[in-house]
């Protein structure tokens, strides 16, 4: 037989307050020795289920209830857990949609990385482990292995989530939105390594992407998810060219955004934010014995300036101090030199009481929902928790209606307001978090990634609300992204950062058609195209 996965008629259910709902609904498909599947559909549409399906790794409220899953032959769903266990340990990896959530922050990334290698290599193993971490794009590997989850960028988290995965040379990888942080060139550094790794060890791959460009790049075939149940399965090519299905057709549509331009900007008005000769040091040990430091320019001599209803991006590769920028104007890293200017108010000269009084003006959507919101409250607790708090003039009904707009909004139904975060998927939970910051009417909003777990017709919906609201709130946007290409279509100006510093900064449509700058035109020819006749 050619297949090593089958999966047939799969059937799973979720029961949540004691109420039982159907989520998989009858799922067959087979892949092949070194095929390369992608899984694309909406966020919600079952994706990552059918793939913790096939690693066995689903909550206590999943219950399969009926359909096989043939691995090698095997229908892993009746074996033991033990059994189970060596399959995952040599033969089926995953990478994980969330590497936050994946990684102990209680152990460094060397000890880490090295439970991958347990009962496998004795001799020479970090030099074993420093290879593999340099193949997905880390450079500074002796650095990094020494380094713990929360001193690493997202990028640079779910390089090492890579890393993990293909340790062990798969016969099977499936891979959740491997590449969703990950900037242009070591998304395509990470594309190239596994069709390189499948070709070498005859592995195959789940490719499970919301990026119709990555899924052309990588795929041999499609198959697309709606509503627990596949309506399409197809060659790529046929896939990129002649879709059969609508949804399909509605897919590839929305893989182009164009933002609906802004035309009030006043040029000659005040800016929103001014940041001027920026600068955020590490301190570092260099020796575990010596007692000497060593400094890390995470930030170096950084200007931005953002007028009323202006949206201002920064692109650059991970760690190249993007989030950090988002972090130092929000007052969750200490600067070193420097000064932020919002609404003309310098925020470092403000106590703590009018601080939080004024934070209600600029609010940030993190790159990581699901450790930003709280495991232990209810969505709408989570949205309300701000306005309660930087608005206590407003009373309960106003509150409700606000949450109820709101909710409607973000593209989510009413009954996620009494939910908890770990019953959304990625995406819906990235939607919570857009809309936990909405609710403030905020003069200036900061987006880090705020778009990158969501799939394309839902990223279409929330960026067109985000330019809605620009329009007519006038809202400024510190748009912090790697989608060059994404960028392209919804900013007014742009910044690109290289290593702490800003090696290029102008109008957007300048910078695109014409860069002046080495790195930008080594960003820009890494965008990744959708292969087909249009």
Request: hydrophobic share 40%.
């Amino acid at each position: 037989m050619n297949n090593i996965l089958k999966v047939n008629n799969l059937c799973l259910s979720i029961n949540s307050n004691n109420k039982e709902e159907e989520i998989l609904k009858n799922i067959n498909f087979e892949i092949n020795k070194s095929e390369v599947v992608s899984l694309i559909g909406e966020s919600g549409s079952g994706k990552s289920l059918t793939a913790l399906s096939i690693i066995r790794l689903l909550e206590k409220s999943c219950c399969i209830k009926k359909g096989e899953i043939i691995f090698t032959n095997k229908n892993i769903l009746k074996i033991q857990e033990k059994e189970m266990r060596e399959i995952r340990k040599n033969d089926i990896s995953m990478i994980f949609q969330e590497p936050m959530r994946s990684l102990n922050p209680i152990m460094n990334i060397y000890s880490q990385i090295k439970e991958s290698f347990v009962n496998k290599i004795n001799k020479n193993l970090t030099e074993k482990i420093l290879n593999l971490l340099v193949s997905v794009g880390i450079h500074d590997a002796e650095r990094v292995i020494n380094l713990y989850p929360h001193q690493l960028s997202g990028g640079m988290k779910q390089r090492i989530m890579i890393a993990m995965a293909i340790a062990c040379k798969p016969k099977l990888l499936i891979a959740d939105e491997p590449t969703t942080s990950l900037d242009v060139t070591i998304q395509k550094q990470v594309l190239d390594l596994l069709l390189e790794l499948k070709e070498k060890l005859n592995m195959s791959i789940l490719f499970i992407t919301h990026d119709l460009a990555v899924a052309s790049q990588i795929s041999d075939r499609i198959i697309v998810m709606k509503d627990g149940k596949i309506i399409e399965n197809s060659l790529s090519k046929n896939f990129f060219t002649s879709p059969e299905n609508s949804y399909s057709k509605e897919l590839l549509k929305s893989s182009v955004y164009k933002r609906n331009i802004n035309n009030s900007i006043n040029y000659n008005s005040n800016n929103i934010l001014d940041v001027t000769n920026l600068k955020v040091y590490y301190k570092e040990k260099e020796s575990f014995l010596l007692n000497k430091y060593i400094y890390t320019k995470a930030v170096d001599g950084i200007n931005i300036s953002i007028k009323p209803g202006m949206t201002h991006a920064i692109i650059g590769e991970s760690g190249s101090g993007k989030t950090t920028i988002a972090k130092a104007i929000m007052g969750l890293t200490s600067i070193t030199a420097g000064k932020i200017k919002i609404l003309n108010k310098d925020i470092s000269e403000l106590n703590s009481s009018k601080k939080r009084d004024f934070r209600k003006n600029y609010q940030m959507i993190f790159q990581d929902p699901f450790s930003s919101l709280n495991p232990r409250m209810r969505i709408g607790a989570i949205i309300k928790e701000g306005l309660c708090f930087l608005k206590p003039e407003i009373n309960n009904h106003d509150v409700n209606l606000i949450l109820n707009d709101v909710i409607k909004n973000v593209g989510l139904k009413y009954d996620s307001l009494y939910k908890y975060p770990h019953e959304f998927s990625g995406g819906q939970r990235q939607r919570i978090a857009i809309a936990r910051v909405l609710v403030l009417n905020p003069k200036l909003l900061i987006c880090d990634e705020p778009t990158s777990s969501l799939d394309v017709t839902v990223q279409e919906q929330v960026l067109d609300l985000l330019s809605n609201i620009q329009n007519k709130r006038n809202i400024s946007y510190l748009f912090i992204s790697h989608d060059i290409k994404l960028i392209s279509n919804i900013s007014d100006t742009i910044s690109i950062m290289n290593k702490g510093k800003i090696v290029e900064s102008g109008k957007t449509s300048d910078i695109i058609n014409k860069p002046e700058n080495e790195y930008t035109q080594k960003l820009l020819n890494s965008v990744p195209e959708i292969n087909r006749i249009l």
